[in-house]
């Protein structure tokens, strides 16, 4: 019903850029929050930036000022600026979309991988 798809990923040198954009698609009434999370290897899955329907952000202490969340129509990007190896990790997006069969409910999108490497 619902599909998301991620793109965007890379390899970037550290104080490079990044835009991951995050697509969804089907049968959507209405997305209610968005978020984009990441995982580095033997880490937890962490948030790093969110936005409601309303257009209120929250980032990760370790990302402000660094990353913007945006959102146009159903594509949510993260903007992800002067990029250090420590932000490496796979990057996925969330979404809580209602659809017209059912209520809100998470859908995931199947991550995309950022290396921040020299």
């Known amino acids: 019903q619902v599909q998301l798809v991620e793109s965007g990923g890379g390899l970037v040198q550290p104080g490079g850029s990044l835009r991951l954009s995050c697509a969804a698609s089907?049968?959507?009434?209405?997305?209610?929050?968005m978020g984009w999370y990441r995982q580095a290897p033997g880490k937890q899955r962490e948030l790093v930036a969110a936005?409601?329907?309303?257009?209120l952000t929250k980032y990760a202490d370790s990302v402000q000022g660094q990353f913007t969340i945006s959102r146009v129509n159903n594509t949510v990007s993260l903007q992800m600026n002067s990029l250090k190896p420590e932000d490496s990790a796979v990057y996925y997006c969330?979404?809580?979309?209602?659809?017209?069969?059912?209520?809100?409910?998470?859908?995931w999108g199947q991550g995309t991988q950022v290396t921040v490497s020299s």
């Open positions: 969330k979404l809580v979309i209602a659809t017209w069969a059912s209520g809100p409910r998470d859908y």
């Open positions: 089907g049968s959507i009434f209405n997305i209610n929050n």
């Open positions: 936005m409601t329907n309303g257009g």
